[in-house]
């Protein structure tokens, strides 16, 4: 007889695939024919004015598909104004049709395309969710100082696998983190490249705390650029988080980052798929949830 545990899985991927089923890259196309374009207007030129918010976009439909009702104020996390604009823009051809969640989506992949990434066809149909949980938010997301087995089961607590994790983790080709993510590793960590530790320090200094907020590009090659250096950057143990560098540290995942280093269309391709898989992380649909009128709250 199956255990409860493994009933309890079953019942879990079979909900998350029904769901998943229900998304379609065409959903608006008759409700709302102008929003892809609408969306992809309004990110197109905030990636160009300020590249960074490119990493920005990215990281928070990861944070929409990882946390359960994610309802972010737009002041405290980077990238909402724009989330906000783009849904101001889509009310204005399209009202209460086009929910958050899926310009959160096609924002994301419309970001990565701006900095020279790959371009994929965005499942829709997600609805929005009622609730906002930051004790989910803080049990969901996986810290900076992870280790690859923590990595790992967060991933797969979410129905991805190591392929998708190693693949979602080169977003960090983009972007900055502050010292406080990084401090540990720099003083700490033997799996470092020794003048690449040097030469954060100088704005990331003892004692902690002294510097937290100081920015780093997570990739120092190419930071405005959405490539594979990130995986290059491994390879050389010049990953700027502790979470980044146990990805080539001996472990499993060792193989799947020389892959992707050697080989940027593998790892684009892989980045893409993954995407979607994210995605499809359990999405609210038909009746669920709702659409929100603002972006930065749930709906009253």
């Keep these: 007889m199956a255990s409860a545990s493994f009933v309890s899985l079953l019942v879990f991927v079979a909900m998350a695939s029904a769901a ?15 929003a892809l374009s609408t969306i992809r207007r309004v990110v197109t030129a905030a990636v160009r004015s300020e590249p960074r918010m490119g990493a920005s976009l990215v990281r928070l439909h990861f944070h929409d598909c990882f946390v359960d009702g994610a309802a ?8 909402m104004n724009v989330i906000d604009n783009a849904k101001t823009q889509v009310e204005a051809v399209c009202k209460q049709t086009v929910s958050c ?4 989506a096609v924002a994301a992949r419309d970001s990565v395309f701006a900095l020279g990434g790959p371009f994929w066809t965005v499942p829709l149909g997600r609805r929005d969710s009622t609730t906002a949980s930051k004790t989910n938010a803080e049990n969901d997301l996986p810290p900076p100082s992870s280790d690859l087995q923590g990595l790992t089961d967060k991933f797969s607590n979410k129905g991805l696998s ?3 994790m190693v693949a ?3 977003a960090h080709t983009i972007g900055q983190s502050q ?4 401090w540990d590793r720099i003083y700490n960590d033997s799996n470092i490249d020794t003048a690449f530790a040097t030469s954060l320090k100088e704005n990331c200094p003892q004692p902690i705390g ?7 590009p997570l990739d120092r090659t190419s930071p405005n650029a959405f490539d594979n250096a990130y995986y290059s950057n491994l390879l050389s143990q010049k990953g ?3 979470s980044d560098q146990v990805l080539f540290n001996g472990g499993g995942t060792d193989n799947t980052v020389r892959s992707f280093a050697s080989n940027p269309a593998a790892f684009g391709s892989a980045f893409a798929t993954a995407m979607v898989n994210m995605g499809n992380i359990a999405p609210k649909t038909r009746t669920q949830g709702q659409i929100r009128l603002s972006c930065s709250k749930v709906k009253s």
Excluded: E, W
């Design 240 to 242: 700027l988080l502790h």
């Design 179 to 182: 010292c406080k993510n990084f």
């Design 72 to 79: 972010p104020n737009a002041g405290s996390i980077r990238g």
């Design 20 to 34: 998943s089923a229900q998304l379609s890259s065409t959903f608006y196309d008759t409700s709302c024919p102008d």
């Design 210 to 216: 002294s510097g937290d907020s100081s920015l780093a």
């Design 168 to 170: 979602l983790s080169g």
């Design 162 to 164: 190591v392929t998708d």
């Design 101 to 104: 969640a899926d310009i959160l």
